[in-house]
């Protein structure tokens, strides 16, 4: 059975949830630019023939290492039993009770606290203040 979050134990997750995402951030970035600079690589193979094996080693590890980092992270909020809806601008959603069903909390990377919540058919764009149905 799911869990569901009440609105004080969402809240009480947000600054953990601030550093992963955050962290998550940083490393989606730095796979793009691993992903971009092996591509450069394999254009300059093709085209003058020079490669650095090295470098290619290198590039092989680091992106290893930040794979393992994000799945690791992806890995948390399977743990959580919440969902990242949007990792460009941290987009959560945990799932709660409402009237017998369940429904999401709905949060994003810089709000102070879990104000807003949806239906599980619906998303962001459908979000409603939190009113006191939730209390």
Request: proline share 3%; with cysteine.
């Amino acid at each position: 059975m799911p869990h569901h979050y009440t609105i004080a134990q969402a809240n009480s997750m947000l600054q953990e949830l601030t550093r992963l995402i955050q962290s998550m951030q940083v490393d989606s970035r730095q796979r793009e630019m691993l992903r971009s600079r092996a591509s450069e690589m394999k254009g300059n193979t093709r085209g003058n023939g020079y490669h650095s094996p090295g470098e290619e080693v290198t590039l092989a590890q680091a992106t290893k290492q930040v794979e393992e980092s994000l799945q690791k992270s992806v890995q948390q909020f399977v743990d959580w039993g919440i969902e990242l809806k949007d990792l460009n601008i941290g987009l959560v959603d945990f799932p709660a009770l409402l009237d017998g069903r369940t429904v999401f909390l709905c949060w994003q990377l810089g709000e102070s606290t879990v104000g807003f919540w949806h239906e599980t058919s619906t998303g962001y764009a459908s979000r409603e203040p939190l009113d006191d149905r939730f209390l």
